[in-house]
């Protein structure tokens, strides 16, 4: 059974950091990408970053530049390491794995940053 797990997430003041981390199991098959999305109370779910499995990225206009986005393939695993986190930033952050059997979410965590 496929599962996508996302830690890292809490409560931090603006101008803080977060690093959050998604890791991919149960044999989920060749991942070509995986992506961070993000979704505000009364808000649509939004992309935030997007990265491939050669390390190539992009990512909403409103984080580029805080906003970094790794990937580790012999794990799964991709980060995002969030700087200079803003209000705004607050939300649920989930994760997309896009594999060749599918697309798998996690279930999210939540980021809250206080002014």
């Known amino acids: 059974q496929v599962q996508v797990v996302e830690s890292g997430g809490g409560l931090v003041q603006a101008g803080g950091s977060l690093r959050l981390s998604c890791a991919a199991s149960?044999?989920?098959?060749?991942?070509?990408?995986m992506a961070w999305y993000r979704q505000a109370p009364g808000k649509q779910r939004e992309l935030v970053a997007v990265i491939n499995s050669r390390g190539s990225t992009n990512y909403a206009d409103s984080v580029k530049g805080r906003f970094t986005a790794s990937i580790d393939n012999a794990k799964n695993t991709v980060y995002l390491q969030m700087n200079s986190l803003k209000p705004e930033d607050t939300a649920v952050y989930y994760c997309?794995?896009?594999?060749?059997?599918?697309?798998?979410w996690g279930q999210g965590t939540q980021v809250t940053v206080s002014s």
């Open positions: 997309n794995a896009h594999a060749n059997r599918g697309s798998y």
């Open positions: 149960g044999g989920i098959g060749n991942i070509a990408a």
